[in-house]
Each structure stands twice: as C-alpha cells, then as structure tokens.
C-alpha cells in the first residue's frame, strides 16, 4: 500500500535518498537545497541509512569528490541551487565526458546578480550544454517519482551519463504538500544494486580515467556522449513505464493537460504547469480550447514530440523562466520554436518571460497569455515576439 | 618503518611505466617513481593527478603509463577528487562490495601550481577532512607545463614569463609560500618535505611513512625543471643536493605535530651555490645585482632558523 503524507520537495528528494541509501555524498550547503544535506545527515547520524557524506569545503569539491566516488565505483549524488551549481559548471562537464552516473538534486534558483534566493531556472538552463540528463518537477510528488526513476536511467548500460533532477526552488522546495509514497523495499526492488564495469577500486583490473586526447579523439568522445543521451530517450520512457508498474503514476518526455483538442497551449517547465492548468480550466469553462504542455525531460530535448504535440493548435506560448540574453528570447523559445521550424509545424508562437527572481506567476497571467494568443489567431494581431509577463 | 635497502627499494617493480612523454632531466618523474616505490607489494593504490606536466605527459589517450587505478579530473581539484575516491573505497568496503583482503592506497600528485595556488582550497579541504590518502606536491616552483608562469612556490628573484626580469625588474617580487607549514598547521598526522638526494633513503622513507600513517599525508617534494630552471639536465642530483646543503631546501617531517628535521648540512653552503646553477638566477651575478642576493640569503636564514627553533621545541 502506498503511503500518503505531507511533505516539502526537499523532504519528498531526501525521503527518496534515504530509500536508496547511496554509497557516497559529498555536498555543500546552498539556500534552498540546503535541507537536502541536512536531512541526509540526520539519516546517517540517526542510523537510518549507512551513506557517507563528506562534507566538503565547496561545490566545486562536491562535483570533483563526486566524479572520484564515482569513478571509484560508488553510486554517488549531491544536492545543489544556483552559485553552486555553477561552480561545478567545469565538473559537470567531466562528470559527462567521463560517463559517470552521478545523482545531482537540484533545487532551482535564479543566478546573480543581484543576488536573490528565490526561484528561476537560471541554474538549471545554464547547465543545458554540459552533457547532463535534465529532468524538471512540477511539485512534491514528481521530485520524489524522478529521484527514484534517476538512477535507473543514469546507470543503464546503455546511457551511462549523470542525472540531474529539478525542482522548483521554496515553491516546491519548501512548500508542504500530499504527496504518496512508496514502501521502502519497493523502491529498493526498483532501484536495484549498482554494478559499474570497470572503476578504480577493481582489483587487479586498474583503470586511468581522464585522460588528456589529441585532436583525432575529442570529436569522437563528444559524439559518443551525444548517442548516450539519444539511448537516452528510450531507456527513460522504459523507466517511466516500469514506474508506472509499481506506482501508479505516468511520466513521459512531458505531461499534457487538455491538449488534444486545444486551439492554444501554453508550453512550459516546473512549478507553474500548475497555475497555468488553473486558468486552462477557466477557459475551458468558458468555452475556450486552452492546454498545457508541461516539459519534464529537457535534456535530452524530445524536439519531434514536442513538434507533434503541438502541431494541431493555432497558437503556441512558450514560457521560459530563465533570460538567455539572447536578445530574442528564452532557451526554450529558441529550442522549441527551432524543433517546430524542423518539423515542418508553422504555428503562431509567443516566447514569454516569466517568474526571474521568484516574481509570482498568477492565473491571471496564464489567462492573459492565452488572452494574447487568442488576438492573434482571432483578430490577426501581429504577435510580438517576445514579452516579459509581470515586470513592473 | 625498516631499514633502507637501496639496492632492494630499486629492484622494485616501476610503477609508472616507461614511454611517457615528460622531458628528459625532469625532476617530477623521478619524484613518482620514488613515491610508489614505497608501496608495499601486494596494495594496490589509485593515483590521482591535478591537470599539469605530469597528467598531460603520462595518461594520452589511448595511452596510460600507470600501471595502478589512476584519475585525472582537473586543475584544481586533485585534493577533493581523491578523497571522493577514498571515501568511496570506505563505503564499498563496508558493504562488502569490495573483497576484504584486497587493500588500496590513495596517492595523489600535483604540481606547485595545482597545489599552492589554484588548487589550494582543494587541498586545505582534503586535509582538514583527514581523508587516508597521501597528496604529493611536486614543487617545480612554476606554472611549468604553460610556459614557465610565476607561481606562490616561484622564490623571490626568479626569473619567469610573468614576472621577466628587465630593465625594471628583478624577477619575483615576493617570497615563496612556505606550503609545508602550513599544511601542517592543518594538524594532520604527517607532513614530509623532501627531495631526491644521495641513496633516496629520505624520499623513499618519508613517502613510506606518509602511504602507510592513518588519515591525512602530505609530501613537499622540491623538483627541478630544466625548463623553467635553464640548468644542465645531467645536473639534477646536484641541484637537489645544492638545495638542501644550502638550507634552501631543509628536509625535515612533522609527525603528528612533532617537528623533526631530517638532516642538517655540516657546513651551510652559500645560497650562490645554489643559484649559481640556473638560468633563472642568472641577473642576479651582474655586477650591481650583489644585494640582491643578500636579501636571498638572508630569507633562507631566516627560515632555517625558524625551522631550527620548531624542530627543538
């Protein structure tokens, strides 16, 4: 039997730790992920799980200890926001490269400056090109889900990449809801035990990891990490499927919300899928065909999907919580508006900026946007590019 | 800790096998042979390397020239890296992943760049966490591998790419940072500084002692580069003696907070000495230039005395 509490992100991606009982983490404290280290190292203070924490003396080291744990055959996470996740920013690129299936529980939060602790997808969004699965919660319950869905995915033989699983910075982080969990040796079942091929503390089998390469090896390297995240897409609709076994609850690339039929979608990541389907169903009561399209796998980008996704309404927003500075929009306007170009798809598109610094998202501003689309498919209004939503 | 054997610890295996691509007469190779050869027959070890020389010479894809586990991640991070390493052999052993009879050490190697400066907090945080693990410095006392920068280990008056001496100026401004002590001063059970002199006895005992001391080691290791130093490369032995007969160089151990020096010369030869075999001194034999290496000796005095006082405390 499932069991129902209440809970924060941050306790939901903790609880999901504890199930698994890793080998090691090393982590550093960042506000809001904070309280991940924190409650893991109550874990282990109580007896409750055998992982070991180091407690380093910054993210940089947290990565780096990471990718030697790993490399040494451990299942190996961290936690971090924001200013750490960017200093690891070179780490997660060796974490990459050298093919290490690392858990990385990030816990969204804008970039300076000026500094602000609050929620955007700076961090996340910043790491886009760094060779990392990226997979986005909207709440409590998805954090949980893809936490124990990560492993699976990152240690697959054929992926054998790191993993980073998203969450909104206190909106979700912090903020107390229901949330179902699973029995213990369910999750253990699911998980199961890692068994890497080759690592450092193999006896009588030394490995070198790292190596320097000339010029005739990179290119090569780089494209064997681009086929990983390609196995990648299957193997994460394969874990989803088997989840769904043992949960109850389906996860795809994204999760659609009234789309089939729908003349206007909104498309975009995290917490705010949920105020945006609040005033879907607004519409909907008032007679307008409004959707969601709510993005969970970012990387690797399921660009065709989202093409077909969309390809059957008139007009399209994309949301993105993160400036690019660009100057034409955000890092999922250019993705997506790029993925329905291939596609053949020439739907009207609005790029939106939403929420920097944790600004609020209301139902008003979702209905406003899909207010927006609606003049221009309605009343021919030349659609402006890109909008900020909310700046004062 | 036995006796030496020289013609026994020599006969040992090599562990860092031959076809590397490090220059001839260069000290840092001779240094790593040196330290793994204190490794007891039967323990395996991971080796881990900050980004420098040594790395980009001995580990070319699909090349590896260590016969051991051995991880390069970065510049900066050699510290951090293998205490993820050694924590992870700890968590595995406990579970019984890993087979109780089998035994791992943990050596790490960075240069002076990667280990007194960009690396520094790395190492500080490694240190102070007291992760059973040994991190050797090989001190060329430059950024040697991009070209010959000054780095917080390059002494007072060399001459480097960054800090070129010229009509207005003398080389280095600064003093070197004296990394031992302060790595000592982590309270850690053992810090060694050595360098390769007469039968390698010191080298070969301090590397032994800092592999098999529980928690925490580090070696200072003094080795000359014939590119940012400009002497012979038949001359290294004699560079590192002239080092340590100089007191530029003291060989001495601190074993957990004892201070002990290991040899003290019979007669302190003068710093001329040894400067007067590089290149990157050159300048200060001008005529003009005798103050300057006043102001040298009196700096390694006033070290050695320092040195002097902490080892009879």
């Known amino acids: 039997m499932a069991i129902k509490e209440r809970m924060s992100g941050n306790e939901a991606v903790s609880y999901a730790i504890k199930q698994i009982n890793p080998d090691v983490m090393p982590a550093f404290p960042i506000t809001p992920s904070t309280e991940i280290p924190q ?15 180091i407690p380093v003396e910054s993210e940089h080291s947290s990565m780096s200890a990471a990718i030697g744990a790993s490399a040494a055959g451990a299942r190996t996470l961290t936690a971090t926001s924001s200013a750490g996740l960017a200093f690891m920013w070179e780490e997660l690129l060796l974490a990459a490269s050298n093919r290490l299936p690392i858990a990385l529980a990030l816990v969204l939060r804008t970039l300076s400056g000026p500094i602000n602790i609050n929620c955007d997808h700076s961090d996340g969004m910043g790491a886009r090109d760094t060779g990392w699965i990226q997979i986005y919660a909207e709440n409590n319950q998805e954090a949980y889900d893809n936490f124990i869905q990560a492993y699976r995915i990152a240690e697959h033989k054929d992926v054998k990449l790191p993993i980073m699983i998203c969450q909104d910075g206190f909106i979700t982080s912090h903020a107390v809801e229901n949330i179902e969990l699973l029995e213990d040796e369910k999750v253990k079942n699911f998980v199961g035990e890692y068994q890497p091929e080759e690592y450092l503390l193999n006896p009588g089998k030394p490995i070198s990891v790292g190596p320097y390469a000339v010029t005739n090896y990179v290119m090569e390297g780089k494209k064997n990490q681009l086929i990983a995240l390609e196995n990648a897409k299957q193997v994460i609709l394969d874990v989803a499927k088997e989840f769904a076994g043992i949960s109850g609850r389906e996860y795809g690339f994204f999760g659609e919300y009234k789309t089939e039929d729908a003349d206007y979608i909104i498309l975009l990541i995290g917490s705010a899928a949920g105020t945006a389907k609040d005033a879907a169903d607004q519409l909907r009561k008032e007679g307008v065909k409004a959707g969601i399209l709510k993005l969970r796998v970012f990387r690797p980008f399921p660009a065709k999907e989202i093409a077909q996704a969309l390809k059957n309404c008139k007009a399209a927003a994309i949301l993105d919580r993160c400036e690019s500075y660009n100057t034409n929009g955000g890092v999922l306007g250019s993705e997506v508006t790029a993925a329905l170009y291939q596609n053949k798809i020439m739907i009207e598109t609005v790029n939106y900026m939403y929420g920097l610094g944790g600004r609020d998202f209301t139902v008003e501003d979702a209905r406003g946007v899909f207010e927006d689309l609606r003049n221009i498919v309605e009343h021919n209004a030349a659609p402006e590019q890109f909008k900020y939503i909310g700046l004062r | 800790m036995s006796g030496y054997n020289f013609k026994e610890v020599m006969s040992k295996p090599e562990r860092l096998a031959p076809g590397h691509r490090m220059c001839a007469g260069c000290g840092a190779t001779i240094a790593v042979r040196a330290v793994l050869r204190a490794l007891h027959e039967g323990d395996h070890a991971v080796i881990g390397n900050a980004t420098g020389c040594l790395e980009v ?16 991640n970065a510049f900066e991070n050699a510290g951090s ?72 280990a390059t002494p007072m008056y060399a001459d480097t790419t960054t800090t070129p001496v010229g009509s207005h100026s003398n080389g280095k401004m600064q003093n070197r940072k004296d990394l031992a002590s302060i790595i000592a001063d982590h309270d850690v059970p053992y810090v060694g500084q050595t360098t390769m002199i007469g039968n390698f006895s010191d080298i070969h005992k301090k590397s032994e002692k800092a592999i098999y001391t529980e928690g925490a ?44 020096l290991s040899y003290e010369p019979k007669k302190k030869l003068p710093i001329e000495d040894f400067l007067r075999e590089q290149g990157r001194f050159k300048h200060l034999f001008k005529p003009g230039n005798e103050d300057l290496i006043v102001q040298f000796q009196a700096e390694v005095d006033r070290r050695w005395e320092e040195l002097l006082y902490k080892c009879a405390r």
């Open chain 2, 217 to 260: 080691s580090f070696l200072n290791i003094l080795t000359p580069c014939p590119r940012g130093w400009r002497y012979n490369t038949a001359e290294i032995m004699k560079i590192c003696k002239l080092a340590v007969e100089t007191c530029y160089w003291p060989l001495f151990e601190v074993d957990h907070g004892k201070w002990i």
């Open chain 2, 57 to 72: 010479s001995s580990f070319m894809y699909p090349y590896t020239s260590w016969e051991d586990s051995y991880i390069h």
């Open chain 1, 39 to 53: 409650m893991v190292s109550t874990y282990i203070a109580n007896g409750e799980i055998d992982t070991e924490f």
């Open chain 2, 81 to 152: 890296t293998l205490s993820g390493v050694e924590t992870a052999y700890r968590a595995l052993r406990k579970r019984g992943k890993l087979p109780a009879d089998e035994t791992f050490k943990f050596i790490t190697f960075g240069g002076d760049g990667g280990t007194y400066d960009i690396g520094f907090q790395s190492l500080s945080g490694a240190m102070e966490r007291n992760h059973d693990m040994v991190y050797v410095c090989y001190d060329n006392g430059a950024y040697m591998n991009t070209g010959i920068q000054r780095s917080s």
